[in-house]
């Protein structure tokens, strides 16, 4: 059984900066790939970006040029580094875990989840 914890969150201004990190245990990290996803109220969840274990690393649209994905594999430790918050930022952030992918296969399919942990942004 795999457990995705994840911390980091919080209130920020427009234009600020966060990093969330989600620790996983339970199982070997290796040839996982790590995603974070988010859900905002009254939407459904949605992809944000993953970090394939091969070294992929892939971003929705909507973040690419702003947020940045890492993970420090020796610390079974994945990051999202989110600068230049906007209000539609806020979310729900979820870490979440698969298999190894690479291209499309990145965006869905991961099987394990975090709890979440909120990011709110004002204006």
């Known amino acids: 059984q795999v457990q995705l914890v994840e911390s980091g969150g919080g209130l920020v201004q427009a234009g600020g900066s966060l990093r969330l990190s989600c620790v996983a245990s339970?199982?070997?990290?290796?040839?996982?790939?790590m995603g974070w996803f988010r859900q905002a109220p009254g939407k459904e969840r949605e992809f944000v970006a993953a970090?394939?274990?091969?070294?992929?690393?892939y971003y929705a649209d909507s973040v690419k040029d702003r947020f940045s994905i890492s993970r420090e594999n020796a610390k079974l430790t994945v990051y999202l580094e989110m600068n230049n918050l906007q209000p539609e930022d806020t979310a729900v952030y979820y870490c979440?875990?698969?298999?190894?992918?690479?291209?499309?296969?990145?965006?869905?399919?991961?099987?394990?989840w975090g709890q979440g942990t909120q990011v709110t942004v004002s204006s």
């Open positions: 979440a875990t698969r298999g190894d992918c690479s291209g499309y296969g990145c965006y869905v399919g991961y099987l394990f």
């Open positions: 339970g199982r070997t990290f290796s040839n996982d790939a």
């Open positions: 970090a394939s274990w091969s070294g992929g690393k």
